[in-house]
């Protein structure tokens, strides 16, 4: 939530950014299932170019970058506080009952915790989930966002300022507000032109992704499950009937 503070700073958001573990939790909670996020376009038939972006894995870096920003332990307690010495304590909302990402909260929170951040896990109840990203009342939550065979709704959704009103779009919960980002949205359903389409799109991702206003964890699989007890020919890697 880019309203709140320290949440309001770029640097906060990135060293959040790199003291998550994604691998872990590929690894952990999904088996090796999906994939951990590299960039802010989730991985479709559009390309996209890793350099420009800065995912990456690194808490020793986070912890520089927080310190470089003046963020500090002013009390002896272990956790970092603000450059004015104001504590920061945020919760990091997720479903209860969704164990996946329940479990995945939990990694990302150990890793905010070992940087310094005085992080916690919330559970409520996915009705009051909802509600508090509608609302804007939330520090940090997980949630997910469309896929598509572009990642214009993605973009929409989550990014344009006409879904943040006082009971904004859930998709739209970090509120942050960008006039030249809005236009790129809307410049990209304003041409047929692929290639000028794909210079929008980048355009957009290089936006999103120097605000870092959200912070990819995993891109993820198509999950499906069935039983033979009545049915066979369930689609299965042995019979891809639909891909």
């Known amino acids: ?120 896990t919330s559970t409520p109840e996915a009705t009051v989930w909802t509600e508090n990203l509608i609302t804007g009342d939330f520090d940090v939550a997980l949630q997910g966002y469309f896929a598509g065979a572009n990642p214009h709704k993605y973009f929409e959704t989550a990014f344009h300022s006409r879904n943040m009103g006082e009971r904004g779009n859930r998709f739209a919960a970090p509120r942050y507000k960008d006039p030249e980002l809005d236009k790129l949205i809307d410049d990209f359903t304003q041409t047929a032109d692929a290639a000028k389409q794909k210079e929008i799109m980048f355009a957009i991702q290089d936006r999103v992704g120097a605000n870092q206003t959200i912070i990819p964890v995993f891109n993820n699989p198509t999950w499906y499950e069935y039983s033979t007890k009545r049915f066979n020919g369930w689609f299965s890697a042995d019979n891809p009937v639909a891909k």
């Open 1 to 120: 939530n880019t309203q709140k503070k320290p949440l309001d700073d770029q640097r906060v958001r990135k060293a959040l950014n790199m003291a998550v573990n994604k691998k872990a939790i590929i690894d952990g909670v999904f088996q090796g299932a999906g994939t951990a996020a590299k960039n802010p376009i989730p991985p479709t038939i559009w390309s996209y170019n890793d350099a420009v972006q800065d995912y990456a894995y690194d808490p020793e870096r986070a912890k520089a970058l927080l310190k470089e920003a003046g963020y500090k332990d002013c009390d002896g307690d272990k956790f970092l506080d603000t450059p004015s010495c104001k504590k920061i304590e945020f919760k990091v909302l997720v479903p209860n009952g969704w164990t996946d990402w329940v479990n995945t909260v939990q990694i990302g929170v150990e890793g905010l915790q070992a940087l310094g951040l005085n992080a916690k």
